[in-house]
């Protein structure tokens, strides 16, 4: 079983953040849950069980729908890191953005 990184600190626990969000949110289960933040079912489970990190994209997600800090999240599942590091593929352009196509004409008739 493959696990993430985040998951070696020993404050990490995933379930309370998701426990936290099905109660503030009234929602019975896991499925309902993905539901209101718009993921696959599966999406959820594998975070309860360690094998997915709850994302940058998940978060800001969950601020959208709870209307809670990023921060306040992160806490919750006992994220303590003061930063997140993105890896070297984040954020490079991919082949067809740098240049490789011709430019668009700024005058359309």
Do not use: C, F
């Not at 009234?26 to 975070?47: C, Y």
Request: glycine residues 6%; without cysteine.
């Amino acid at each position: 079983m493959a696990h993430h990184a985040l998951a070696s600190q020993e404050s990490y626990n995933p379930n309370h953040l998701l426990d936290i969000l099905l109660g503030k949110m009234q929602l019975k289960n896991d499925a309902a849950l993905s539901r209101m933040l718009e993921v696959a079912p599966p999406v959820i489970s594998k975070i309860r069980h360690h094998r997915l990190p709850v994302g940058a994209s998940l978060l800001i997600r969950m601020h959208e729908v709870t209307g809670m800090s990023i921060r306040d999240l992160r806490d919750l599942m006992g994220d303590r890191r003061t930063k997140y590091r993105l890896s070297d593929a984040q954020g490079r352009p991919k082949p067809e953005e740098r240049g490789d196509k011709p430019a668009a004409s700024a005058t359309h008739h």
